[in-house]
């Protein structure tokens, strides 16, 4: 852990996030939850000056290199991107009869939140983002090595760039990925 814990000490520099849902719930293998992550990011780059170096959305996590164009600090944008995400996906949760884990999922969300006083009702993502700072080249090229190689590892695809919910296709083969990538 770096000094002094995992804080965005520079609001505007280059950094390596991880968001985990609480219990670490494999709530993104249902497309629809995934859709309002990246529609929330989507929101973030146009309106408030995300800027998406790479990302990967896994069954129970999210990474992230980011930073911001000025207008907000990173920390205000990952607070509002946290806090809106967490509503909608609960909210999809409890509206969807389907969704075969539902009352499982929002007992647990219950709980924690139940827990955490900063929560009104429910708690989707754990507290934490563990945000690292990319102090230099050779650590933002290994944070996004790690990050698009995470699918491989996982045992999901034969080829990092056949993952859809990553940055990999975008940096591997000129494509155009699900989300518009700031190259770095």
């Not at 920390?75 to 995400?85: G, I, Y």
Request: glycine residues 4%; aromatic residues 12%.
């Amino acid at each position: 852990m770096p000094e002094g814990g995992y804080r965005i000490r520079d609001q505007y520099a280059i950094h390596f996030i991880i968001f985990a849902v609480v219990e670490w719930i494999d709530v993104f293998t249902r497309k629809d939850y995934v859709e309002i992550v990246l529609d929330s990011l989507r929101h973030c780059q146009k309106e408030k000056g995300l800027k998406i170096h790479a990302w990967c959305i896994m069954s129970n996590h999210v990474h992230l290199i980011l930073s911001t164009d000025g207008r907000n600090t990173l920390s205000d944008v990952l607070r509002d991107f946290k806090r809106h995400t967490s509503r909608e996906i609960v909210k999809a949760m409890e509206e969807n009869e389907r969704e075969s884990r539902r009352n499982w999922m929002l007992w647990i969300f219950r709980s924690a939140g139940e827990k955490n006083k900063r929560n009104d009702k429910h708690q989707f993502w754990q507290q934490d983002n563990h945000p690292e700072e990319c102090t230099s080249t050779s650590m933002l090229e290994s944070k996004m090595k790690y990050l698009h190689e995470n699918p491989l590892r996982a045992g999901l695809v034969r080829n990092e760039w056949d993952y859809m919910y990553s940055s990999a296709i975008n940096y591997y083969c000129n494509g155009k990925g699900l989300l518009d990538i700031d190259f770095v």
